[in-house]
């Protein structure tokens, strides 16, 4: 059974710098975790640990069962593939992807094998004899990809393997990679600073920031269930809207509207309001939770705008996600946004301050309930 453990790993290079922060995370066969956060929060230096590149200040590496902490990179089996490529450029394609076994002195026949299936598995098979020059970006990081595969390593880690690419062709190298990585039972790492690889590839995601774990979760729960202010904000685009506003009681006060919060054994007197442009609509009357305002800005997305809205009696803006030509420049406009979709979160801590709303009822709400077809009175609005 193949496994990576990272047992509270530190790495300090100052006393001001310090970029992994007792980071603890088990990767198990099969799984694929992605490193994400901003530029500097530390995947790097995390994957750098892991390679065996640098020790760590404190905390352990254990590949299977072994602890590798102390294990030089040549010694761990791990293969990477970098940013850079980092191909040989004077060696055909054939004898870049055979040179790690090569080294390892493995019989020429075995290497001709490994070599031509995973020649295969990326369609490289037309490109055995051409040079890195002579090739480009996307057949190169396919190059770099089947020498990392070829070694049939205990784990993978790829520190931002599609960055150098455009934007069409990274699209198609992540499903690319996708299909590859499926295939795999070794434990893969990867790093990036962009949210979709992270959502489509991974089976589990680990958000970085300043050195330390934010959240670790499945994608989609990072997505629907952030654990504080940061991951709401990093994660998802358009960004989701974040708002800092006054309570009374256990309503949240926008502009001249409320906002029921969840029941809270003390209500705070400030709180963050957390919810995705696409969870915000145009009212109808059926909706519980609605704000009015003025749209000041659309943005045309294509098949749908992104309408700035500045609430009614407040300098508030909510950006909401409209299918295109809902909604025009200028327009007064009523948004309403499900209870289930609003996040709440701390604004001294960032946490998030309640469990998932799909907990939440109208009763816990403090909203009446539909009751024999009814349509309850129609807004929350003061
Ligand atoms: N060898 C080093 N000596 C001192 N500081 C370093 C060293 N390597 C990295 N750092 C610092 O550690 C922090 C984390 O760097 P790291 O490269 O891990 O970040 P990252 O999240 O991978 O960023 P990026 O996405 O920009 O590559 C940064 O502040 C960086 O300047």
């Known amino acids: 059974m193949a496994n990576l453990e990272l047992i509270n790993l530190n790495k300090t290079y100052t006393p001001k710098v310090i970029p992994v922060k007792d980071i603890s995370i088990d990767v198990e066969e099969g799984e694929f975790l992605t490193l994400l956060g901003p530029s500097g929060c530390g995947k790097s230096t995390l994957l750098r640990l892991i390679a065996g590149l640098e020790p760590p200040t404190r905390g352990k590496v254990v590949i299977n069962g072994r602890d590798v902490s102390r294990v030089g990179p040549g010694k761990r089996n791990i293969a990477m593939v970098f940013q850079s490529y980092a191909l040989y450029p004077h060696m055909t394609v054939a004898d870049n992807i055979a040179a790690g076994l090569k080294l390892r002195k493995m019989p020429s026949d075995e290497i001709r094998r490994r070599v031509d299936d995973v020649a295969q598995k990326l369609g490289l098979q037309s490109l055995m004899d051409r040079k890195p020059g002579q090739m480009s970006g996307g057949q190169r990081q396919r190059v770099a990809l089947a020498r990392a595969l070829v070694r049939q390593p205990d784990v993978f880690l790829l520190d931002e393997p599609l960055s150098n690419l455009d934007a069409l062709l990274r699209e198609q190298v992540r499903a690319d990679l996708k299909q590859l990585f499926e295939k795999q039972q070794a434990p893969v790492v990867y790093v990036t600073h962009d949210q979709t690889e992270a959502m489509t590839l991974s089976s589990k995601v680990a958000v970085l920031y300043d050195g330390n774990l934010q959240q670790l979760a499945p994608p989609q729960e990072i997505y629907t269930r952030p654990a504080n202010q940061f991951v709401a904000g990093f994660v998802g685009s358009p960004q989701m809207n974040l708002l800092t506003l006054s309570c009374q009681g256990n309503q949240a006060v926008l502009g001249e509207f409320r906002i029921p919060m969840p029941n809270l ?8 309001l957390g919810i995705r442009p696409e969870d915000v609509h145009l009212a109808t009357p059926e909706d519980r939770v609605t704000v009015q305002g003025r749209i000041f800005l659309v943005e045309n997305l294509g098949m749908q705008n992104l309408i700035s809205v500045m609430v009614k009696g407040s300098e508030v803006r909510i950006r909401a996600l409209l299918p295109a030509h809902q909604a025009w420049e200028g327009e007064e ?11 709440w979160f701390d604004v001294q801590t960032g946490d998030r301050i309640q469990n ?19 349509i309850p009175s129609q807004r929350q609005l003061t």
């Open 265 to 272: 054994p003390t209500p705070p007197s400030q709180v963050v």
């Open 333 to 343: 406009v009523s948004l309403s946004m499900s209870p289930q979709a609003i996040h």
């Open 356 to 374: 998932h709303s799909s907990e939440q009822t109208p009763q816990s709400l403090g909203l009446p309930s539909i009751e024999n077809g009814s």
